[in-house]
């Protein structure tokens, strides 16, 4: 297993149906060493599922932490925004309460997918810019202008500590569309929930 950073079992992946996604997550209090441990989980978890980005609540903790990786993803039109300047270099990078402070009028519709609705994808239109701020782990707070995949996953991942999924944001036929997949999803989630509590 290369590159795991954290020496725990990997919690298993949260899915749509179980409750905890649909839970508004706590502030995180004090960046104490536990918060640190549990942030090595959630990027290990990432890159185990193959994710360009994870909110805590994905793996089972109500608590407004997310990690994210779009480092390599395909930057957006030049030049990088200030956030992606900072961030893209460090990820992938742990944001503790992060808040989008406001959203530019302009919108793109991009196709999302997530890991906690697998095998699932759809449409969804959101602002391209944003003013995120948040804190790092190493206690350094950020407010800055971000755009292309950075700020189009921030909004994914935040929306998780509001207890908001991509789906909730499609269109109508778009939702119609993968309504029958999401279902199945949700009767699934909910037989696992009951059959291990
Ligand atoms: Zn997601």
Known sequence: M??????VALPPLRTYGDPIL???????GQ?????????????DAMIEYDGVGLAAPQI????RLV??????AKPGPAPLSPGEMLLNPRMPVVLINPE??????ETATVEEGCLSLPGIHGDVTRPQTIVLRARLLDGESIELPCAGMLARCA??????LDGIVFSDRLSD????EVEPALKALEKQTRRDLKRHG
């Open 173 to 176: 036929a778009g939702f119609a």
């Open 100 to 105: 989008i402070l406001s959203a530019g009028a």
């Open 2 to 7: 290369p590159n795991r950073i954290s020496t």
């Open 155 to 160: 909004q994914h991942e935040i929306d998780h």
């Open 22 to 28: 649909r839970r508004k997550a706590a502030p995180v």
């Open 31 to 43: 960046i104490t060493r536990e918060v640190a441990d549990f942030a090595a989980v959630m990027m």
């Open 60 to 63: 089972g903790r109500s608590l």
């Open 67 to 72: 990690v994210i990786n779009t480092a390599l």
